[in-house]
């Protein structure tokens, strides 16, 4: 039996209206979102089960001074991500650099972070910071 999350917990992802088209392009036709469910955690591009997550933090875009939302696994293979030559290199050289595995800047959410860090410690039904 396959289990439905009756509440996902839906935080829409702004793009700049220039790469709008585009963004949705590559998303399927689907505005960019992170889904969250009483399982698991995810977007278009990737997806982690809760107990993979090591935190979901508050840190800063490489190089600037940009808050973004940093989601860190427990292991680097925990975190499954749509199959793509350029998402495997890009990982690489974040885990090369030691960045987050997913980082999200504040500027593409409508809530600041520490409310989103608060719904989605809600739906993981534990602390994620």
Known sequence: ??????????IPLRTSRLFQGLVRRANGGVSPQL?????????????????????????RMPGTRIRSLAISPVR???LRRTPSKTI???ARLDS???QPAMQYPESLFDQP???????LS??????LS
């Open 113 to 119: 972070l520490e409310e989103i860090i608060a719904a």
């Open 76 to 78: 680097p293979g925990a």
């Open 88 to 90: 495997r290199v890009l």
């Open 35 to 59: 889904v969250a469910t009483s399982r698991t955690l995810s977007s278009r591009r990737w997806s982690i089960n809760w107990e993979d997550v090591a935190s979901v933090s508050i840190g």
């Open 1 to 10: 039996m396959i289990r439905v999350d009756e509440d996902p917990l839906v």
């Open 96 to 98: 090369l650099a030691r």
């Open 122 to 127: 809600r739906k993981a039904n534990r602390p």
